[in-house]
C-alpha cells in the first residue's frame, strides 16, 4: 500500500499554532481531529519538524510497546526547566531505567495502602471546619490533602516548621504556573527569562530557589541523622549505582521536587472534577452513596477502593475530563509504519489521551458522565490510558486513584454537599494538566450522621 501522507493540524502557521495550543489545548486538539482524524502533525510543542498526535489505540498501543526499539522515550524538555537535569522526566535510556526501579517501590499497592488512614483523617481535617451553609471551592480544599499526602511519602511523617514552609511554597507554586504568560514561557523557551519576581518566569524561579533550599536542608539533616525508614527520601539515600556510588545532592533534590510536584498537581485536579462530576449528576451521586452505605462499612481503606462503582466513577472522571490531555513524547529511532503513515527517525510523537477518551467509537456519547461503560465493557490500556503506558507510565498510578477514591468516598459518606452553580465548569489548562476553570464552587448543605 502506498504510504499516507501525514496530514497537518492547521493550515495556520507555527507560532499561532502554538498559541493556540497553549491557550486552549482542547480546542485546539478538537479541531484537528475533525479535520484530520487518528493522527496528524501538530507543530506546536519543541522545535521538531514533526510533532505528531495519536489517538488510534492500535497505534498507541505500537508506540508504548515499542517504546525501547523502534522509538524511545526521550528526556522531557518541556518540564526540566521546572525540575531540574537530574529529574527522571528528564532522563534517558539505561539511566532512566535505573531510577524508575528505584522510585518505583514506595508507590506499591502494600506500601500506599498505609496512607489510608492519614488520608482520612487529612479529609476530615480540613472539612471539619464547614459549618452548614458555607462556600468552599473544592479544589483549594482537596490541594490540602494532596500536597500533605505527597509530602509524608516522599518525607515520611516529619512534620514541623520546614513541613508547613514546604507545602506554603508548593501550593503557591501550583497557583502560578496557571498564569497563562508563565504557560506560554513553557512552550516558548525565548520567554524563559528571569527579569526578577515581577514577571511571572522570574517569580516562579524566586519559589523555586526558596523550595530548593529547603529541600537542600532536609538531604543534609538526613545525612546527619543517618535514620533509616521508609520513606522515597531515605530510599532514594540509601541507593547506590553499580559503581557503589550513592545519589548526589543535587540528583536528590531534582528528584524530590519532581515527586512533590508531579504527586499532587494532577491528582487534586481529579478529585476536583470527581466532586463536580458526581454532584452534576445526581443519579451517580445516589447510586455512589447506596454502595459505599451498603457495601462500604468497616472495610481497610485499599477494600474500600477496590468498590466496583466507587473504581467505576473514578475512571469516568479520568476519562471524561483527561486530566494529563497528553503522553510524554517518544521518539522515533528508527524507521516505522504507523497505520500506512511512514514516520522518520527523530520524529516526535505522543499519545493524545484526551482524544482516545473521547473517541464515540469507544465510549458512545463521549461528553456524558456515565461511569456504567466502565462496568460494562473491558477497556485495553491503549483505549483507557490516563497514566499513559510504556517506559514513561506514571509511576504515582496507584497512589493518585487511592487518593481520589478514598476522599471522594470519604467526603460523600459524612457530608452533603451541592455545587453553588448549575452553570457547567469549563476545562482550563494548568500547566501540562486540565483543572476545572472555577475550581468547582460548593455548598456544605450538612452532615451525614
Ligand atoms: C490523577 C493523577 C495523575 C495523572 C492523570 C498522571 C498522569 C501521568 C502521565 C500521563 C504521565 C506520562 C506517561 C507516559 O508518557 O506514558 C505521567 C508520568 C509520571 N507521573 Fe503521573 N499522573 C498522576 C499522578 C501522579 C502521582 C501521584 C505521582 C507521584 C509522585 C506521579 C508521578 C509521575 C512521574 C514521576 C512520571 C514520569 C515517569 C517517567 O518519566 O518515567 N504522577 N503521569
Redesign the pocket.
Known amino acids: 500500500m502506498t504510504p499516507r501522507t501525514i496530514p497537518n493540524a492547521s493550515d495556520a502557521p507555527r507560532w499561532l499554532q502554538t498559541l493556540q495550543y497553549t491557550l486552549n489545548p482542547l480546542e485546539y486538539m478538537d479541531q484537528a481531529a475533525a479535520r484530520c482524524g487518528d493522527l496528524f502533525n501538530a507543530p506546536v510543542i519543541g522545535k521538531h519538524a514533526q510533532v505528531l498526535f495519536v489517538s488510534h489505540p492500535k497505534a498507541i498501543q505500537t508506540i508504548?510497546s515499542r517504546d525501547t526499539q523502534e522509538f524511545i522515550?526521550p528526556p522531557?524538555q518541556l518540564l526540566q526547566p521546572i525540575v531540574g537535569d537530574y529529574s527522571?522526566?528528564g532522563?534517558a535510556g539505561q539511566r532512566?531505567r535505573r531510577e524508575?526501579k528505584l522510585?518505583m517501590p514506595p508507590?506499591h499497592r502494600d506500601h500506599i495502602g498505609h496512607y489510608g488512614e492519614l488520608i482520612v483523617d487529612l479529609t476530615n481535617n480540613v472539612l471539619e471546619p464547614l459549618t452548614p451553609g458555607d462556600s468552599f471551592i473544592a479544589r483549594g480544599l482537596v490541594q490540602e490533602i494532596s500536597i500533605e499526602v505527597?509530602l509524608r511519602?516522599v518525607f515520611g511523617l516529619h512534620a514541623g516548621q520546614r513541613f508547613d514552609q514546604l507545602k506554603a511554597l508548593l501550593m503557591e507554586f501550583s497557583d502560578r504556573i496557571q498564569n497563562p504568560l508563565f504557560i506560554s514561557a513553557l512552550f516558548i523557551p525565548a520567554l524563559q527569562k528571569n527579569w526578577g519576581k515581577v514577571t511571572p518566569w522570574g517569580y516562579l524561579k524566586t519559589l523555586q530557589q526558596q523550595i530548593s533550599q529547603l529541600l537542600h536542608a532536609e538531604i543534609q539533616d538526613r545525612r546527619q541523622q543517618r535514620a533509616h525508614s521508609q520513606d522515597i527520601l531515605s530510599l532514594l539515600m540509601a541507593a547506590q549505582d553499580e559503581d557503589g556510588q550513592p545519589m548526589s545532592a543535587e540528583e536528590l533534590h531534582d528528584e524530590l521536587l519532581?515527586?512533590l510536584l508531579?504527586?499532587?498537581e494532577?491528582?487534586t485536579?481529579?478529585i476536583a472534577w470527581a466532586l463536580y462530576w458526581v454532584h452534576r449528576t445526581p443519579r451517580v451521586l445516589e447510586k455512589l452513596k447506596f454502595e459505599l452505605e451498603t457495601e462500604g462499612n468497616g472495610l481497610t481503606p485499599m477494600a474500600l477502593t477496590q468498590l466496583p462503582y466507587l473504581t467505576a466513577v473514578c475512571n469516568e472522571v479520568?476519562r471524561i475530563s483527561s486530566?494529563?490531555f497528553?503522553?510524554?513524547p517518544r521518539e522515533v529511532a528508527t524507521p516505522i509504519t504507523l497505520m500506512d503513515f511512514n514516520l522518520q527517525p527523530g520524529t516526535r510523537v505522543y499519545?493524545c489521551?484526551y482524544l482516545t477518551h473521547h473517541r464515540p467509537d469507544l465510549y458512545p456519547e463521549p461528553d456524558e458522565f456515565r461511569p456504567e461503560r466502565f462496568l460494562e465493557r473491558k477497556y485495553s490500556m491503549s483505549e483507557f490510558?490516563?497514566?499513559?503506558?510504556?517506559?514513561?507510565?506514571?509511576?504515582?498510578?496507584v497512589?493518585?486513584q487511592f487518593?481520589?477514591k478514598l476522599i471522594l468516598a470519604q467526603i460523600l459518606s459524612q457530608y452533603d454537599l451541592s455545587l453553588a452553580s448549575p452553570t457547567p465548569e469549563h476545562p482550563k489548562r494548568r500547566g501540562v494538566?486540565v483543572a476545572p476553570a472555577s475550581g468547582v464552587k460548593m455548598i456544605l448543605q450538612g452532615t451525614i450522621k
Open positions: 508504548f522515550a522531557n527522571v522526566f532522563l532512566h524508575r522510585l508507590f505527597i511519602v519532581t515527586l508531579a504527586g499532587h494532577a491528582t485536579n481529579a479520568l486530566i494529563a497528553l503522553s510524554f499519545a489521551i490510558l490516563p497514566f499513559g503506558g510504556g517506559m514513561r507510565r506514571c509511576i504515582g498510578d497512589l493518585a487518593e481520589i494538566n
